[in-house]
């Protein structure tokens, strides 16, 4: 009986196996085909044990996709200068978010119509929920620290231009940004609007 399996998990435990099983299904079958009875025989369990979690399958869906994200943080790197950081950063985002963009992107497109969102409102909604990731924050204020830049002449857009191009490479191509991309961005684009900033 699947219900039996599901019934000896408590708490924390049953929560954590109902949310990856909700992120598989997404990924199995996506948003169009994504059900609480799905994600319930996935998990072993029933509906009602679902149901008393979270009301609807959007809910669940957005629950999922944080809970995944959360379980493979990226860790900041710190190589000693700006353009090494960064080009640090950018690969491992690459690396750990890519098939995260590829379920966003592809396999929510009905999430976002039944729930009339958008996809920046998903991830501040992600970020709310969990913090802000201060990736760059922290990249930029060691940064400061060594005199590379001038925080106050950076403007939030600004300071967000590596990773919003990073974002956009993932979104538009579905997989990891070639390292190429990643030393553009960092060498190309970024650097010499700092640099440019600072004169």
């Not at 929920?129 to 830049?149: T, V």
């Not at 650097?191 to 900033?197: D, E, F, K, N, T």
Request: glycine share 6%.
């Amino acid at each position: 009986m699947p219900g039996n399996t599901g019934s000896r998990r408590r708490g924390a435990e049953l929560e954590e196996a109902l949310l990856d099983a909700a992120w598989d299904e997404l990924v199995s079958v996506g948003y169009g085909g994504f059900t609480i009875e799905g994600v319930a025989e996935r998990a072993k369990t029933s509906r009602p044990v679902v149901y008393r979690r979270w009301p609807n399958r959007a809910e669940l869906a957005a629950a999922a996709i944080a809970h995944h994200a959360a379980r493979d943080p990226v860790v900041v790197p710190d190589t000693g200068s700006l353009r090494d950081d960064l080009v640090a950063l950018l690969r491992v985002a690459s690396s750990r978010r890519g098939e995260m963009a590829a379920v966003v992107s592809v396999q929510m497109g009905q999430y976002f119509a039944e729930t009339d969102s958008s996809m920046a409102e998903l991830r501040e909604r992600f970020l709310a929920e969990r913090g802000r990731p201060h990736w760059l924050e922290k990249i930029l204020r060691r940064a400061a620290e060594r005199g590379e830049i001038d925080l106050a002449r950076l403007t939030p857009r600004l300071a967000d231009l590596p990773m919003d191009l990073l974002r956009h490479e993932l979104l538009m191509t579905l997989r990891p940004v070639p390292d190429d991309v990643i030393i553009e961005i960092v060498d190309d684009v970024f650097m010499p609007l700092v640099r440019l900033r600072a004169g």
